[in-house]
Structure formats: C-alpha cells, structure tokens
C-alpha cells in the first residue's frame, strides 16, 4: 500500500474513489428501497454520450457532463412519474440513445482509442482538475445528504404518509435525483460508465443480507463501500488489472460472503 501511494495518481484515484465510493453507498440504499437503481445505470450511459462529446469539442469531460447528466436526471424522473411510457422503458430509450451517440461521436472524431477508458474507467485518466471537482461535489452530496436525511428516509418509505404530513415527495425524489448524477458523474472517471451504477448497487445489497435497520443498513453499506474499492484498487495496482472492474469483482465476493453469512444465520 505504502509503495502504491509513491504515485501522484494513485493517491488521486484513492482520494476520489473513496468519496465516490461513501456517495454512492448512501444514495444506492435509497434508490434500491425506492426500486429506482436502474436510474443509476441510466444515467451512467447518458454521461458516457456527454464524455464522448466532450472529448471531441477538447472541453474538460466534467463541465460537459455535469450539465447532461442532471438534465437526464430530472428528465427520466419526470418521464416515470408522468409519462405513459414505462419507467424502464424510458431509462432503455435514453440511455441507449446517448450510448449511441457517443460512439457515432467517437467514431467520426477518431476517439475510438479512448473508448475503454470512458467505457471502464482508468485511474490515469483523473488529472488534478478533475480530482479537486470531484472532491468538491463528493462533498456537497454528503452535505446534502445529511441536510435532507429526515425528508429523504420519509419519502424513501412512505410517499403518501411523508404527502400527508406537508412534505413534497416530488422535490425530494428530485434531489435524490440530482444527487445520483452528481455521484455517477464523479465515478465516472474512475469505475468507468458501465461500471459505476454497481457501486451504487452492490454496497446496499450486501448490507441489506445481515442489517435489518435503515440507519444500520446505511453505515454498513458506505463502509463496506469503502473497504470493497481499497481492495480492489489494491488488487488492480499489484497486479495489473483495470481498477473498475477489479472493485466490481471485490464488490460481487462481498455480496456472497454477506449471502453465506445470513444463510448460516438462518439455520442456527
């Protein structure tokens, strides 16, 4: 670990990382209990067709994606909510269509080389820029998280109860919104846009095997989070593997030592 931290971009990606990890945990057990973690998925193609742009106008990838993807955010959010057309079915025409996009985009500009990085993300590709935007927004997702923690568990739970007792469930679900594609946005760079949403997936699945409170449930997942990207990023520098998908893997052996845990439980 000591030696792996001799590098500027290695320490980047730990920083990032951690705080993209911790953001997506909190927001993955949320959008899990709210049956919205395909919106997560969703979203991570719509910011490989805004990275791809971006690349090919020689714009820095996050101004050009930041925008985008929140703009797709409340965009799929409205059409679940009011539109005739199926939540995922919308998710599927939006996603699909940015996805295509962007490799028409890198096709016709010559971007074809760069594709595996957007793809599945690369530790190389966090320049100092990027890593302090990326601290910045990472931060101001936990603080707001933490804000409207009270609005967002009620919301989470019981829309109508939450309606009854003054509060607006289509602001929250907005914020929840906005607050996931800030956190794919910043991922991006690293777990790669097909990788991301399994950060917000995984954590919240493995903790909801053994925990059986929200709050508890919440801790566990942002630590097991955490501890799942260390080792992969870990594994991914000592042996030479892509970092993305090596914090998948580790994020897949966790879910299953969780799963055997919670049966072993059962049967005592």
Known sequence: MIEMLSYNFMIRALIVGTLVSLCAALLGVILVLKRYS??????????????????????????????????????????????????????????????ATGVIVASVTGLNTDLNSYLF??????????AVMCVVLSIVVILLFLLFYNKIFAVTFDESFSKACGTRPSVYNIIIAVLTALTI????????????????????????R???????????AGILSVI??????????????PTGPTVV????????????????????
């Open 210 to 220: 053994l925990c059986k409170s929200f709050k508890s449930v919440m801790i566990t």
């Open 38 to 99: 395909m919106i997560g998925d969703g979203l991570s193609h719509v910011g490989f067709g805004a990275l791809a742009i971006a690349a090919a106008a020689n714009i820095a990838p996050l101004y050009v994606a930041i925008p985008v993807v929140l703009l797709a955010a409340f965009c799929l959010l409205r059409l679940s909510e009011n539109s005739k057309i199926n939540g995922d079915a919308a998710i599927a025409v939006i996603s699909s269509t940015a996805v």
């Open 228 to 241: 799942c990207f260390l080792l992969g990023l870990t594994a991914s520098y000592y042996l030479d593997i």
């Open 121 to 130: 993300g690369s530790v190389l590709a966090t320049s100092n820029g990027d």
């Open 249 to 268: 893997v580790s994020n897949c052996i966790m879910l299953v030592i969780f799963w055997l845990v919670s049966k072993i439980k059962a049967c005592r």
């Open 185 to 208: 946005v910043i991922g991006m760079r690293i777990m790669g846009t097909l990788l991301i949403s399994a950060l917000i997936i995984f954590p919240s699945l493995t903790a909801m």
